[in-house]
């Protein structure tokens, strides 16, 4: 079975820093992960995905990641955040009949 | 580009009525699944059908039933509603093919459990 840990609850950042918010899975086959975000209020909306091939995956509103097997990480990264990104972001692994596992969520505080 | 509906967008019950959250997928969208997200909780998946037919079933209480009609819209019906149902309701879609489906979510239903 598979299974995703969102190791930080919570992350305060300045405006303009750079954040990483850290994500592992667990699984005993190949996976796809991606990474949503939560706007308060609002849907889930897709920051990125990795499927196969290159490691380091971009997505939308600067945010990548990157898969790493050996350390079963999919951490994702901004080089420098906005107020704008304040939301919840969550990891996830699709599993067998391709539902999604999402991790506990990571709550993005950015401040001015 | 058209995206997964979902109605209503709240709703309001009282315990040990009936609801009932409508799904529309994404157009050519073969498979719908329903998640749960209760408050600062992250979204619990139901239950999934793939061409109408159940395919995938998680924690779905037995007072939850949900089905995919013909023109591939799904209904989650929810009986005897308890307190603990109070959550936000997420549908997604997502088209069959080789590799992985990426699921695209509504913006959610509300129900509110009084």
């Known amino acids: 079975a598979q299974s995703v840990t969102q190791l930080d609850s919570q992350v305060p950042v300045f405006e303009e820093a750079p954040v990483e918010l850290r994500c592992n899975y667990s699984?005993?086959?190949?996976?796809?992960l991606f990474w949503y975000v939560q706007y308060p209020n609002q849907g889930l909306q897709l920051l990125l995905k990795?499927?196969?091939?290159?490691?380091l995956v971009k997505g939308i509103n600067g945010f990548e990641a990157e898969f790493n097997k050996s350390q079963t990480s999919f951490h994702l990264r901004k080089p420098s955040v906005h107020i704008s990104d304040t939301a919840e972001y969550f990891c996830a692994v699709q599993s067998g009949y391709n539902k999604l596992i999402f991790g506990a969520g990571t709550r993005l505080a950015v401040h001015p | 580009a058209a995206g997964v509906i979902q109605s209503p967008r709240h709703l309001i019950k009282e315990k040990r009525e009936t609801a009932t959250l409508k799904c529309y997928p994404i157009?050519?969208?073969?498979?719908v699944y329903w998640y749960q997200q209760g408050p600062g909780q992250d979204p619990q998946f139901l239950i999934s059908f793939y061409e109408k037919m159940q395919s995938d079933k998680g924690s779905i209480p037995d007072r939850f039933s949900a089905q995919q009609f013909s023109d591939y819209h799904s209904e989650l019906n929810m009986s005897s509603l308890e307190l603990g149902d109070s959550a936000l309701y997420f549908c997604?879609?997502?088209?069959?093919?080789?590799?992985?489906?990426?699921?695209?979510f509504g913006a959610g239903s509300r129900l509110t459990v009084l």
């Open positions: 157009p050519r969208h073969d498979t």
């Open positions: 997604a879609s997502s088209r069959t093919g080789t590799g992985a489906n990426v699921l695209t």
């Open positions: 990795y499927l196969s091939g290159s490691t």
């Open positions: 699984s005993s086959v190949s996976v796809y």
